[in-house]
């Protein structure tokens, strides 16, 4: 099977900045949920938003990075207009700011179909609540008019997935999807988005800080540490990381029933900074 | 509902303030107008009355009272619009003021379209290209019309344009030729041109409002621009327009249909406030381009000294002012849902 | 906090000398706010040194030499009464400076008095000190502005205080703005809980704390007190007859402008470079005192 996404030793430096916010990152996605998990200031956000060719003024090099059948190095803006939204999605953190504050949900919605399939306002309108339907909002025509502060935030999080899995795109990156979440409504948003990626065969990319969130929900693991990739791990093979980083992730997380002698503190080493060996 | 029973609380709040501030500008304009050294009896009866007629006049204005007595009078006399005669034309002040105040508005309207129109986009031109040359370019420009004196640009536009050029009318709101021609209706000159079909009186006032309406919009839109270019550069790292370019919107897009609908709130308030300054722009280019409007009224009237007038012309700027709060008030809560 | 430590004074000097060492090095590297320096840096000078700098005295009247076109003899030309224009723009240059300074001193304490002692003590006295600041911001300045000078009867020192008693609610409302931010920070309480004094507290905790955007606020201010200055004496209600004032005389030069170019041409290019000169360097101030300006550059 083709990969969907294919990045090779990418590396993005911010304008300005001494140092690249991202060395030699590679990996390769197919029809599979992979985890990107490292802590504030690793670099793993800035490598979903270098997929989107968001960072106008970030320098991005890299040995390939290959979308389906598009160039992601060469694509032009007219190009990558039409991929993104359309083919590759991302879903943000907080719909308290991803969210126009100032245009009904619906109207989003509609926006980011109507902008990419040549259709009437009333048919956008209908796809839109179809969707709104399927991450399970339960009275979607009054949603479809509500303004994003009128909405909780479980609830703008399904909107912001109903728009950005609206044009069934192939790849959605989904930047720590529920950390701005209730913990109540987390698990909840979490299937809803699962479901759908399941059901339509997306590729998904799931951003996050959480170690156990993207351990239950993802397929692949990749372990980011400043800017660097230190380890590539299946999600179930995570207990046996090889990486001391990893493993010190792994040993702070508190267990239920689990000893309850104080937790490890990371400790850090130079090194890790260094190019990953050969995993 | 309790957001019901808020806005409410809150409408009454702002009714209130308002009420407070005009109070307080009555106040204001009741001290200023009774500190002043000189005589404000001597200024209307003239400096060879008699005694007797002196001590009349004293007695009519009430300066033999207590002062807050004197004030209850001026409340009374504010509030059943009785703001007395002009010593220079004899006529009641407030009739006076309702026939220079078009020429002003007229003015100042023309101005801010120009400002508005002008200053906006090249606000957001700026703020999309921050730190590049067009954001410097644009920069030096509006720092500039921040920068000059309007009453000495307008002589130099005068004689490049006018004595220079000749592309241009010269002062006032009409030829000479043409004074007196037009019935005054509205006493606004264009409409009121248009309204007798008289076309040529029209575009000879087109012909002299342009260049008074360029300096005064030019100087609008500095302001303009620079406040649009702030309130664009805070939108414009906002989440939401991640939102919007992954959607696959264009950078225009994003910016026009996004990002511009969140700054038309502050937008208004910042027009509304620009409206006001034109007010005080208009004094002295008034005075430059003999406009007969309500800044040339003002002047005059403060050089011969007639208070009652120069009070009366303060106390309708500040309520002009109050009004134009109200307005971007009124306009704020229709244009963001958050308030509504 | 309120240890006096004996070696405090001795380094806090040189710190602060550094900071507008840097701050100074900051502006000079910039083309825009550079040129505002220079510009600065000769009006004082020409102030200073007016009398050897001036070709001429700038009162002295000779009417054989009146209204005569920029030459060797009369840089700048002569008005309609003979005087040389140069010497008046280089006297002229005290009084615009005079100006700016009794503004200055004047309406950065009081709005920095009434801004703190409102964001203070909030609730009732913030309120009715708040709705006095609106009803002076109610008005245009130039409109007030001139309501007082025709209260107080027209003359330069009237100017001066009609500007002040115009041009400071917008410095308390940011003074009481700032002190918003800082009031409920927890030194404040311990100042509190160790039993200072509120004027103590806004004295020694709050002012120094709202002291650097004030100062932005008051530089930016100084181009609109120019023109408003000048728009007053233009006006004949500012500085009178003869004093070589900048707007005073593009106001007598005006019955000659046609004929006569250089009686309106320079002392408005006076003005127009000395505001600009404050916005430049406003501007640049602003950028200077931005942490987040200060890294990317």
């Not at chain 2, 002040?93 to 801010?112: G, H, K, M, N, S």
């Not at chain 3, 009084?95 to 203070?120: D, N, S």
Request: proline content about 5%.
């Amino acid at each position: 099977m083709d990969p969907i996404l294919d990045v090779q030793n990418l590396s993005i430096r911010y304008g300005g900045a001494p140092k690249p916010a991202v060395r030699d990152v590679s990996f390769t996605l197919g029809h599979e949920r992979l985890g990107i998990v490292g802590e504030s200031g690793s670099g793993k956000s800035t490598v979903g938003r270098a997929i989107m060719r968001l960072l106008d003024t970030a320098t991005i090099t890299a040995d390939r990075m290959q979308f389906e059948d598009v160039d992601l190095l060469a694509a032009t803006e007219a190009q990558m207009l039409k991929i993104r939204g359309k083919r590759m999605s991302m879903i943000l953190q907080d719909p308290k700011f991803s969210l126009n504050p100032i245009q009904r949900c619906g109207h989003q919605i509609s926006e980011a179909y109507r902008t990419h399939m040549k259709c009437s306002k009333a048919e956008a309108k209908a796809r839109a609540i179809e969707m709104l339907e399927q991450v399970h909002i339960r009275d979607p025509e009054r949603v479809y008019d509500l303004y994003p502060h009128e909405v909780s935030g479980g609830m703008g999080q399904r909107v912001m997935i109903a728009m950005m899995l609206l044009t069934s795109p192939d790849l959605v990156i989904a930047d720590e999807p529920t950390s701005a979440l209730d913990v109540t409504v987390r698990l909840q948003v979490l299937q809803i988005l699962d479901g759908l990626v399941r059901d339509k065969g997306i590729g998904l990319i799931m951003i996050s800080h959480d170690l156990n969130l993207v351990r239950a929900f993802c397929d692949r693991v990749l372990i980011m540490y400043a800017g660097r990739l230190v380890e590539t791990l299946d999600a179930k093979d995570l207990d046996n990381a090889r990486h001391p980083y990893t493993r010190g992730l792994l040993a702070a997380q508190p267990r239920i029933g689990g000893s309850r002698a104080p937790l490890p503190v990371l400790e850090r080493e130079a090194s890790w900074v260094n190019p990953q060996e050969a995993v | 509902m309790p957001a019901g029973k808020l806005r409410l609380n809150s409408l009454a709040g702002s009714a209130l303030s308002i009420l407070v501030t005009l109070f307080g500008l009555l106040v204001l304009t009741f001290v200023i107008g009774r500190m002043m050294p000189a005589d404000p009896v001597r200024a209307i009866v003239g400096e060879d009355a008699t005694r007797e007629v002196y001590e009349n006049v004293y007695r009519q204005l009430g300066f033999d009272k207590p002062l807050w007595q004197q004030f209850m009078l001026y409340m009374r006399d504010v509030l059943t619009l009785n703001f007395g005669t002009s010593i220079r034309t004899g006529q009641p002040i407030l009739q006076d003021i309702a026939r220079v105040l078009p020429a002003t508005i007229e003015l100042a309207t023309f101005a801010i379209i120009i400002g508005a129109g002008v200053g906006v986009p090249l606000g957001v031109i700026a703020a999309v290209n921050k730190d590049r040359w067009p954001d410097q370019v644009i920069r030096i420009i509006s720092l500039l019309g921040n920068s000059m004196p309007i009453f000495w640009t307008g002589m130099i536009a005068l004689l490049i344009f006018y004595a220079g050029l000749g592309w241009v009318g010269g002062s006032g709101r009409m030829s000479q030729f043409y004074i007196g021609m037009v019935p005054e209706r509205t006493n606004f000159l264009l409409i009121d041109s248009v309204l007798a079909g008289q076309w040529d009186v029209f575009w000879s006032a087109i012909n002299h409002i342009i260049l008074p309406a360029l300096l005064l919009g030019y100087s609008s839109a500095a302001f303009i621009t620079r406040m649009t270019r702030s309130f664009m550069l805070d939108q414009i790292n906002q989440e939401y327009i991640t939102t919007a370019r992954v959607k696959g919107l264009s950078r225009r897009q994003t910016i026009w249909r996004h990002a511009f609908g969140n700054i038309r709130v502050q937008l208004v308030t910042i027009v509304a406030l620009a409206y006001g300054a034109l007010l005080e722009g208009a004094v002295l280019i008034e005075t430059v381009f003999a406009w007969p409007g309500f800044g040339q009224y003002l002047t005059s009237n403060l050089l011969i000294g007639d208070m009652n007038a120069v009070m009366t012309c303060v106390l309708i700027v500040g309520v002009i002012f109050i009004g134009l709060n109200i307005l971007s008030d009124i306009l704020y809560r229709v244009f963001d849902p958050r308030t509504r | 906090m309120t240890n006096a430590h004996p070696t405090a004074p001795a380094h806090r000097t040189p710190q602060f000398l550094t900071a507008t060492r840097n701050i100074l090095v900051f502006l000079a590297r910039q083309p825009t706010s550079l040129f505002g320096l220079i510009v600065l840096a000769v009006l004082i000078l020409v102030a200073i040194f007016a009398p050897l700098i001036a070709t001429q005295d700038p009162i002295t009247q000779d009417l054989n030499n009146a209204l005569q076109s920029p030459n060797a003899a009369h840089f700048f030309g002569t008005d309609e009464l003979g005087r040389d224009i140069f010497s008046r723009l280089v006297y002229g240059a005290r009084i615009t400076l005079t100006v700016i300074f009794l503004v200055t001193i004047v309406v950065g304490p009081i709005g920095l008095l009434f801004g703190t002692v409102a964001g203070y003590f909030g609730g009732r006295v913030d309120t009715v000190m708040m709705r006095i600041t609106d009803i002076f911001l109610s008005f245009p300045s130039l409109i007030l502005s001139m309501a007082f000078v025709a209260a107080l009867g027209p003359s330069l020192n009237n100017a001066i205080i009609a500007i002040a008693l115009t041009s400071w609610p917008p410095i308390a409302r940011l003074a009481r703005a700032e002190t918003l931010t800082f009031r409920k920070a927890d030194y404040i309480a311990a100042a509190r809980l160790q039993g200072a004094s509120p004027a103590r507290i806004i004295w020694r905790s709050i002012v120094p704390m709202c002291l650097p955007s004030v100062l932005i606020r008051l530089t930016l201010n100084m181009a609109t007190v120019i023109l408003t200055a000048a728009g007053l004496g233009f006006l004949g209600l500012g500085a009178q007859p003869p004093m070589p004032e900048w707007g005073a005389m593009i106001a007598t030069g005006r019955r000659y402008m046609i004929d006569s170019w250089w009686l309106v041409t320079f002392p408005g290019l006076a003005i127009l470079s000395v505001s600009l000169a404050f916005n430049l360097l406003g501007d640049g101030l602003r950028d200077a005192l931005d942490p987040k300006q200060m890294n990317r550059r």
